[in-house]
Antibody, heavy 115, light 107 residues
Framework: QLQETGPGLVKPSGTLSLTCAVS?????????WSWVRQPPGKGLEWIAE???????NYNPSLKSRVTISVDESTNQLSLQLTSVTAADTAVYYC??????????WGQGTLVTVSS | DIYMTQSPSSLSASVGDRVTITCRAS??????LNWYQQRPGKAPNLLIY???SLQSGVPSRFSGSGSGTDFTLTISSLQPEDFATYSC?????????FGQGTKLEIK
């Protein structure tokens, strides 16, 4: 199971910070872990993925603003997105990713960027 | 980036109907194509991976086919719980990309 937590409201130009708690699986296994977002009424957008060794792949469209990390001691995944605007308003999901798709997802958390 | 285009964007059908949704990639992705179902307010759920493999626990009325650039998702006999949005996703290369979604509605 995956569970996202974080503030539901972030001010423009601020930093969005989310955590994903992973249970029933070790974040240190042979899996990649991703963040995916979905603006209201729109399609899914992959943000980035990380392997526990620290290898990271980014969506180039967001790379300059994204920090993704894992904490093996707490079995958690984290996301930071800087300089947010209204366009970053979305439901943010963490997911276990593989070459055969995202096979496990959190329930998602809505983050609204507004003053 | 690899662009994924789904058709149709929306579809009305009745319980018991057979429906097909198409996904086209802007370049070849071999069989690295996955399908998801998403109900309102819920996270996506993986249905089909590697173009034609049924994810564990998914009913056999769902099937997928295709390779290269053209793929299809077929639901052989629609059930009430199948009315949802379906999205394709390529896992051939990063950045992973999704189709815009097909909303399947009750006629």
């Amino acid at each position: 199971q995956l569970q996202e937590t974080g503030p539901g409201l972030v001010k423009p130009s601020g930093t969005l910070s989310l955590t994903c708690a992973v249970s029933g699986d070790s974040i240190s296994t042979t899996n990649w872990w991703s963040w995916v977002r979905q603006p209201p009424g729109k399609g899914l957008e992959w943000i980035a993925e990380i392997y526990h060794s620290g290898n990271i792949n980014y969506n180039p469209s967001l790379k300059s603003r994204v920090t993704i990390s894992v904490d093996e001691s707490t079995n958690q995944l984290s996301l930071q997105l800087t300089s947010v605007t209204a366009a970053d308003t979305a439901v943010y999901y963490c997911a276990r990713s593989a070459a055969v798709g995202f096979d496990s997802w959190g329930q998602g958390t809505l983050v609204t960027v507004s003053s | 980036d690899i662009y994924m285009t789904q058709s149709p964007s929306s579809l009305s059908a009745s319980v018991g109907d057979r429906v097909t949704i198409t996904c086209r990639a802007s370049q070849t992705i071999s069989s690295y194509l996955n399908w998801y179902q998403q109900r309102p307010g819920k996270a996506p759920n993986l249905l089909i991976y590697a173009a034609s493999s049924l994810q564990s626990g998914v009913p056999s009325r769902f099937s997928g086919s295709g390779s290269g650039t053209d793929f299809t998702l077929t639901i052989s006999s629609l059930q009430p719980e199948d009315f949802a949005t379906y999205s394709c996703q390529q896992s051939y290369t990063t950045p992973y990309t999704f189709g815009q979604g097909t909303k399947l509605e009750i006629k």
